[in-house]
């Protein structure tokens, strides 16, 4: 594999890779020198053309840790706001010598667009659009195996803005690659317009699926990109799709609550819900960066 | 591990050629290595064992197990992955094989490195320098059950099971039933 | 004055019928048309050798995009007429969606005396309102009194019923049509494609097929209200195929075309996020496919019509859902027209049928006959070439069938009496 575009990409043995992988790399996480020279003399540019504080210091801090070099773009300050266009820009930092990209992008495919464009470098997608965020699934992964051993058999409720989330696109591909179950929980407004082709269930009611599930994904409801407008109100979508204490409640002991940040406590999670030792939500964060140096290296260094 | 790395990279399999030592032979020289170890440091204090994964690992465990019979004392074993510190990275796959886990801080230890064959010397280079990142050892010493040459750095071993010149070519495999030189095939 | 030819060994295909024929061009006019005319050419006519080949009335294309004036790195109405005479073209509409566009006199006038340049009659289309916004009717009257028998704000519907109502009340009285570009642009919001499984799956926003079909159907009604002659562009979907059908059945004065590339391509071709497979209406499914072909077929759907919509590399190297809609289609529409039907229907969705619509006949897609308009094209329907965007006539390269080998390639294209192409090359 020559970039991580789509968890497509990786197929059940690449994931599986990159969970094994990830495992080493945790460990190196909670060393007294939290750092290995794998990856010294390497160039590591983030290019985020969409502000994402924790997608970005997580892939930056993974680089780090990896001894690679980083460099840091962000569109804000940049040529981007003089009129430059993505490729150009992409050819241009390639030129300085970068070994791989980490390419976040308000609009979807631009990762795809932009691996057409680079000539060597590696260029790995820290989120597209609507489209896929596959290190995010990656991560969200590697905390269930952490906690469950397995994701095989599992059943998984991935619930909420299916319709505009990346993540839920890369988890549905990895989950059931996985062999998971997933079932989509969602306002029908907010689902995609069409599921053909898409290994999943579909399901209304939150509260009859709660205590068959063994992992429930809360998807953020993206009010800035307007899925307000797909639901009466927040109020009405919390009562129906949000994770309230009432709820948390029938969930069957064991299960595992995942949210790829960042919550809106009150909204899609209640806060104290958030808090629940059974929210791995800081665990998946400190999880992300063994997963981005899991993904870096295999792309950079290792068989990948 | 070298040796077992780059047999299954290679994609060849291995092809035993000669039977060089028993699993009675490598026990024997297992027990003689944990006395030198003892006589060299002068007891156990700060004494250390780390093995390297995949193939030094049992031997650690078992090195333990001669000097708790020797000596009565229980040496604390420590497991290291050198994958992310090898300095072919880039030129050929490397994977993790395994988690490390290092018992504590390192600082004034003395640490014996033990590892099934020592050949090139570049998985030893990695482990060192893996090693300082888990504290300031007072010293760190090198088993090996099998040294067959070849070295392209200045390291040597300081307790061998047996020097075993070899080609090249030819693999050395250390297992439970002793010690096989070979060939990919 | 320009030099007689004689067209030799042809088989003839027009509206009339098909038949072996040579034919004589002298003075912009054909002179004669059968078997044995040789001798009725002048000493010094130029042989064009046509054996093996259809003769035919050269093509006429309703709807191009010559982005003159405005976007001139994409395409002048020079380069685009020269792309236009290697598809076997004698005669191409100039869509007015130009920058500024085509709503006034001036404008209309400036793009004609361009075409007057141009290897191929270039007609002009009107803007329905003025800046193309929706709101007041442009001046019909004056641009019609040019010449412009078609109006369109193509690149958008007109969204507003009322306006719509009025504007094809006016157009009766002037007996121009009016061309819809079919698009509900709210329920298309921001979509990037056809919206579907592949759509989902790539995470773009879609423009459902119900934002086109929901203004066909409006403007049907409209047509049956107010008795005026309305021209569908571009249909992409099963749904506007069948309320054109119903809208015919029942008398309307309604026509439609279709884009080539909506006869061969799906929205699977967008899987790879390049932006040379957007396109507006986007490309659909299968199923539209199929009945798009078979709306040809039984004559539901008048014409193809290329589409042609030439965008700058630069324009097209930007994010799917940031990068301009439209794809080439002027050098490549006849042989994907020849891939999907057969020979006879496919040139009279691409000459006779469209001539008609945009009042061109018969000076263009007339018969091959005695005294005639010399405006034809020769076409060797067995040749195959593949299609590489570097060796284009058109000054953009975002043509959808890069790579493809196409089947059918035009020989020679007579404009006027003067023989523009010769052996699939530009003269002069």
């Given at each position: 594999m020559t970039h991580l575009l789509s968890i497509a990409d990786l197929g059940r043995e690449g994931i599986e890779e990159v969970l094994r992988v990830a495992e080493a790399f945790a460990e190196v996480g909670s060393r007294p020198v939290r750092k290995v020279p794998t990856l010294r003399g390497r160039a590591i540019a983030t290019l985020f053309f969409e502000d994402s504080t924790r997608t970005r210091l997580s892939f930056e801090t993974a680089a780090k840790r990896l001894s690679a070099d980083v460099l840091?773009?962000?569109?804000?300050?940049?040529?981007?706001?003089?009129?430059?266009?993505?490729?150009?820009?992409?050819?241009?930092?390639?030129?300085?010598?970068?070994?791989?990209?980490?390419?976040?992008?308000?609009?979807?495919?631009?990762?795809?667009?932009?691996?057409?464009?680079?000539?060597?470098?590696?260029?790995?997608?820290?989120?597209?659009?609507?489209?896929?965020?596959?290190?995010?699934?990656?991560?969200?992964?590697?905390?269930?195996?952490?906690?469950?051993?397995?994701?095989?058999?599992?059943?998984?409720?991935?619930?909420?803005?299916?319709r505009h989330s990346r993540v839920a696109r890369s988890q549905v591909l990895a989950y059931s690659a996985l062999g998971a179950s997933v079932t989509l929980v969602a306002p029908s407004s907010l689902l995609p317009p069409s599921l053909e082709g898409w290994p999943v269930e579909v399901a209304d009611d939150l509260d009859a699926a709660l205590p068959e599930a063994d992992v429930v994904s809360l998807l953020r409801l993206q009010a800035e990109r307007g899925s307000g407008a797909f639901v009466p109100s927040l109020r009405e979508y919390t009562a129906r799709y949000g994770l309230t204490a009432r709820r948390a409640a029938l969930l069957a002991p064991g299960a595992l609550v995942t949210h790829p940040g960042p919550m809106i406590r009150g909204v899609e999670i209640a806060s104290d819900v958030a808090d629940l030792p059974q929210a791995l939500v800081t665990r998946q964060v400190a999880n992300g960066v063994a997963v981005r140096m899991a993904v870096l290296f295999l792309l950079l260094g290792g068989a990948m | 591990m070298a040796e077992r790395e780059r047999s299954h990279t290679r994609g060849g399999t291995f092809v035993p050629r000669a039977h060089v030592l028993s699993a009675a032979d490598v026990q024997r020289a297992l027990i003689r290595m944990a006395h030198e170890v003892v006589e060299r440091n002068r007891g156990l204090d700060d004494v250390v064992l780390v093995g390297l994964q995949t193939g030094g690992v049992p031997l650690a465990h078992r090195m333990a197990e001669a000097l708790k019979d020797a000596e009565h004392v229980e040496v604390p074993v420590g497991t290291l992955d050198v994958a992310f510190y090898r300095d072919d990275i880039g030129l050929r796959p490397v994977l993790p094989e395994a988690v490390t886990e290092i018992p504590g801080d390192l600082t004034g230890k003395v640490v014996v490195l033990v590892d099934d064959v020592l050949f090139t010397g570049r998985t030893v280079r990695a482990a060192l320098h893996a090693l300082s990142d888990f504290g300031r050892a007072r010293a760190v010493q090198l088993a090996v059950m099998v040294d067959r040459g070849h070295r392209e750095l200045p390291i040597r071993p300081d307790y061998v099971g047996k020097n075993l010149p070899t080609r090249r070519a030819e693999m050395v495999d250390v297992s439970a039933d002793g010690v096989t030189v070979g060939v990919l095939g | 004055m320009s030099r007689a030819l004689l067209l030799r060994g042809a088989e003839v295909v027009d509206a009339a019928g098909r038949r072996r024929a040579d034919v004589v061009v002298a003075d912009g006019v054909v002179r004669a048309v059968g078997p044995d005319v040789a001798g009725a050419a002048p000493a010094r006519a130029r042989v064009l050798d046509a054996s093996g080949c259809v003769l035919a009335p050269g093509l006429v294309d309703l709807h191009a995009h010559l982005r003159q004036p405005g976007a001139e790195e994409s395409e002048t109405v020079e380069t685009g007429g020269r792309a236009a005479a290697l598809g076997g073209y004698s005669a191409v509409v100039a869509m007015p969606n130009t920058d500024p566009p085509v709503d006034c006199a001036?404008?209309?006038?400036?793009?004609?005396?361009?075409?007057?340049?141009?290897?191929?009659?270039?007609?002009?289309?009107?803007?329905?309102?003025?800046?193309?916004?929706?709101?007041?009717?442009?001046?019909?009257?004056?641009?019609?009194?040019?010449?412009?028998?078609?109006?369109?704000?193509?690149?958008?519907?007109?969204?507003?019923?009322?306006?719509?109502?009025?504007?094809?009340?006016?157009?009766?009285?002037?007996?121009?049509?009016?061309?819809?570009?079919?698009?509900?642009?709210?329920?298309?919001?921001?979509?990037?494609?056809?919206?579907?499984?592949?759509?989902?799956?790539?995470?773009?926003?879609?423009?459902?097929?119900?934002?086109?079909?929901?203004?066909?159907?409006?403007?049907?009604?409209?047509?049956?209200?107010?008795?005026g002659r309305l021209h569908f562009l571009h249909l992409s979907t099963a749904g506007s195929v069948e309320l054109v059908r119903r809208a015919k059945a029942e008398g309307l004065l309604v026509t439609a075309e279709v884009a080539p590339h909506h006869l061969v391509l799906t929205d699977a071709a967008c899987a790879g996020y390049d932006p040379t497979f957007k396109v507006s209406p986007p490309l659909r499914e299968d199923e539209d496919l199929v009945r798009l072909r078979a709306g040809l077929e039984d004559g539901t759907i008048d014409a193809i019509a290329t589409d042609h919509a030439p965008h700058a590399p630069e324009a097209k190297d930007l994010p799917f859902d940031e990068a301009p809609p439209g794809m080439l289609g002027l050098e490549t529409a006849l042989a994907v027209a020849l891939s999907v039907l057969g020979l006879e229907r496919a040139l009279a969705c691409l000459s006779w049928r469209p001539a008609a619509i945009a009042g061109l006949a018969p000076r263009h897609g007339g018969p091959v006959a005695e005294g005639a308009e010399a405006n034809l094209c020769v076409i060797d329907p067995s040749a195959t070439w593949t299609v590489d965007p570097a060796r284009l006539a058109s000054r953009s390269r975002n043509t959808p069938y890069a790579g493809w080998t196409l089947t059918g390639r035009v020989r020679h294209t007579i404009v006027a009496g003067d023989a523009v192409v010769v052996d699939g090359e530009l003269v002069r």
């Open positions: 840091s773009f962000s569109a804000a300050s940049s040529s981007v706001k003089k009129g430059e266009s993505v490729r150009d820009t992409v050819e241009t930092i390639e030129a300085m010598g970068m070994d791989a990209l980490v390419v976040r992008h308000a609009s979807a495919g631009v990762p795809v667009q932009v691996s057409r464009w680079v000539k060597r470098c590696k260029v790995v997608n820290g989120g597209d659009g609507w489209h896929e965020h596959p290190t995010q699934a990656l991560l969200d992964c590697f905390t269930v195996c952490q906690a469950r051993g397995a994701i095989g058999g599992l059943r998984v409720l991935v619930v909420g803005d299916v | - | 001036a404008v209309a006038r400036e793009v004609l005396a361009l075409g007057k340049r141009s290897p191929v009659e270039v007609a002009v289309a009107g803007a329905i309102t003025v800046g193309r916004a929706g709101e007041r009717l442009a001046p019909m009257g004056e641009l019609a009194a040019l010449g412009v028998r078609l109006f369109t704000d193509d690149g958008a519907g007109v969204q507003d019923g009322a306006v719509m109502r009025r504007a094809l009340d006016y157009a009766r009285g002037l007996g121009v049509t009016l061309a819809q570009h079919c698009e509900d642009a709210r329920l298309a919001g921001q979509g990037a494609m056809h919206e579907g499984a592949w759509s989902s799956r790539l995470g773009l926003p879609g423009v459902p097929a119900a934002a086109e079909e929901a203004m066909v159907a409006r403007d049907v009604a409209l047509a049956r209200l107010t008795g």
